[in-house]
């Protein structure tokens, strides 16, 4: 199994989330093995919207076999914290959750410690966290089951790594036999299909190349 994961970050209106999902089915239906193995499970699709986008989303993703996850958690429980959003309020909605970002590290803060405590939450509520690394230094938080490596200097700048770095990353970081390893950093049609040739690399996490449902359901097809 493949998965593949888009990061949609702060984009997109309910229109426009609305519509790319209408587009998407429109080119998957005129490619029904690649509908049918996205369907079965042999590729796995979890796109994540903005958090105001997750309810009018979610029924135009179940029918694909697409699901959905969150872009950030609290590190709080349900309580009195203005502006967070808990896993309890998407826990009906989102199966995954991408923790630890590069942009959540660096543009707010975030340790390894608030990181570590996402996933506990995450995993409290069965959602299945997505956690960023950027290096071997981030600490990997125990029982994290699906790591995505994303160095800082591949993100939304078109310089990607090639796939045999990529794994030279991964043999350094402490991963259990049983984690996905996924790679992110300027993925792009014309590239996917380089890391998802590797048996090393087990999917994909996307950021720009995920705005436009063709570039999307193109490295779909790939997969």
């Excluded at 697409?66 to 590190?75: E, K, P, V």
Aim: glycine letters at 6%; proline letters at 7%.
């Amino acid at each position: 199994m493949k998965l593949i994961v888009a990061n949609w970050k702060s984009h997109k209106t309910d229109k426009e989330g609305v519509e790319w999902f209408q587009e998407l089915e429109t080119l998957l239906n005129t490619n029904p093995i690649t509908l049918e193995k996205i369907r079965e499970n042999q590729i796995r699709v979890v796109v994540c919207p903005p958090f105001p986008l997750l309810p009018l989303l979610h029924p135009l993703a179940q029918p694909l076999g697409i699901f959905l996850g969150a872009q950030n958690i609290s590190s709080h429980e349900e309580g009195s914290f203005t502006g967070e959003v808990p896993t309890l309020i998407i826990a009906d909605m989102c199966q995954y959750v991408i923790v630890g970002h590069s942009e959540r590290r660096a543009l707010f803060h975030e340790t390894d410690a608030d990181i570590g405590k996402k996933v506990t939450l995450a995993l409290e509520q069965r959602i299945e966290p997505i956690v960023c690394v950027r290096n071997e230094e981030d600490i990997i938080p125990p029982h994290a089951s699906i790591v995505a490596y994303e160095p800082v200097a591949a993100i939304g700048t078109g310089n990607n790594m090639r796939p045999e770095e990529v794994v030279a990353v991964k043999e350094t970081l402490l991963l259990s036999q049983k984690a996905l390893f996924l790679y992110g950093g300027s993925v792009d049609p014309e590239n996917a299909s380089s890391y998802l040739a590797h048996q090393q690399i087990d999917g994909l996490l996307i950021g720009s190349a995920s705005l436009d449902p063709y570039q999307f359901y193109t490295i779909l097809r790939e997969a």
